[in-house]
């Protein structure tokens, strides 16, 4: 699996660019603010996940 770091400068550039051409300079705040709300909740969930899983391996751990 590749990370956005693999991507590059140049590839985020070109991605700029092209979301740029489709949705137009004016719908750009909108989407900026829409993936960085999409990330931040991925993040916390992500985070959620983890603290049950490791919850979840303590309490197994403890009744062994």
Same mark, same amino acid.
């Given at each position: 699996?590749?990370?956005?770091?693999?991507?590059?400068?140049?590839?985020?550039?070109?991605?700029?660019?092209?979301?740029?051409?489709?949705?137009?300079? #004016?719908? $750009?705040? @909108?989407?900026?603010?829409? *993936?960085? %709300?999409?990330?931040?909740?991925?993040?916390?969930?992500? #985070?959620? $996940?983890? @603290?049950?899983?490791?919850? *979840?391996? %303590?309490?197994?751990?403890?009744?062994?």
């Amino acid at each position: 699996m590749g990370s956005i770091g693999a991507i590059g400068v140049p590839g985020l550039i070109i991605i700029l660019v092209i979301v740029l051409i489709i949705f137009g300079p #004016k719908k $750009l705040p @909108e989407i900026g603010g829409a *993936v960085g %709300k999409t990330f931040s909740e991925f993040k916390r969930h992500t #985070k959620d $996940l983890i @603290e049950e899983d490791d919850e *979840v391996k %303590k309490k197994t751990q403890d009744s062994v």
